[in-house]
T-cell receptor, first 115, second 117 residues
Framework: EPEVTQTPSHQVTQMGQEVILRCVPI?????FYWYRQILGQKVEFLVS????????KSEIFDDQFSVERPDGSNFTLKIRSTKLEDSAMYFC?????????????FGNGTRLTVT | AQKITQTQPGMFVQEKEAVTLDCTYD???????LFWYKQPSSGEMIFLIY??????QNATEGRYSLNFQKARKSANLVISASQLGDSAMYFC??????????????FGTGTRLTIIP
């Protein structure tokens, strides 16, 4: 069964450094998302992306964050200058279509640790 | 106000018993979708089951079923004949606001289910 692939599985970085989290969504999916989950807490929406532009973003997704689909397969989340509070599990997700019935299919996540 | 409320932070259930995980939601939209996801200790998020607000039948998917009570705004997940592999965190999520482009899922805080042999 096709799946969403995220790399790396674990990233350790120093505060102030830039990180890029990578995702390969399911190939025929058109809608892409990033979520994050701080350890032991709820899963929080960051951003949705469709047709090469952001369709919605949360208040968490400030100027330090950006997303890009540089080619036909990858979907990336960049954090320009990481803070300690950015430490979390970051999930990429995709869905084949819009609409209430379409589930999001999640990757296995990237655990980001900022030291 | 919380859009999705899961009031059980943790549950312990004997193997082979059925278990109900509670979820209530809050929305003013008539059209919405409710989802359940499983998160094992390995961390991935696995889609389990979906219920649409206009679906007349309760959703079922193998051992998973959804007890949907629209008037009460509840969408409880029922797992029949629980297995050790069901031990995981379970999240209820909702997608409302069907305007194009607003497709995000809003998650509850989750219930950690532990199956006891």
């Amino acid at each position: 069964e096709p799946e969403v692939t995220q790399t790396p599985s674990h990233q350790v970085t120093q505060m102030g450094q830039e990180v890029i989290l990578r995702c390969v969504p399911i190939s025929n999916h058109l809608y892409f998302y990033w979520y994050r989950q701080i350890l032991g807490q709820k899963v929080e929406f960051l951003v949705s992306f469709y047709n090469n532009e952001i369709s919605e973003k949360s208040e968490i997704f400030d100027d330090q964050f950006s997303v890009e689909r540089p080619d036909g397969s990858n979907f990336t989340l960049k954090i320009r200058s990481t803070k300690l509070e950015d430490s979390a599990m970051y999930f990429c997700a995709s869905s084949v279509r819009t609409g209430l019935r379409s589930p999001l299919h999640f990757g296995n996540g990237t655990r980001l640790t900022v030291t | 106000a919380q859009k999705i409320t899961q009031t059980q932070p943790g549950m312990f259930v004997q193997e082979k018993e059925a278990v109900t995980l509670d979820c209530t939601y809050d929305t003013s939209d008539q059209s919405y979708g409710l989802f359940w996801y499983k998160q094992p200790s390995s961390g991935e998020m696995i889609f389990l089951i979906y219920q649409g607000s206009y679906d007349e039948q309760n959703a079922t998917e193998g051992r998973y079923s959804l007890n949907f009570q629209k008037a009460r705004k509840s969408a409880n997940l029922v797992i029949s004949a629980s297995q050790l592999g069901d031990s995981a965190m379970y999240f209820c999520a909702m997608r409302d606001d069907p305007n194009f482009g607003n497709e995000k899922l809003t998650f509850g805080t989750g219930t950690r289910l532990t199956i006891i042999p």
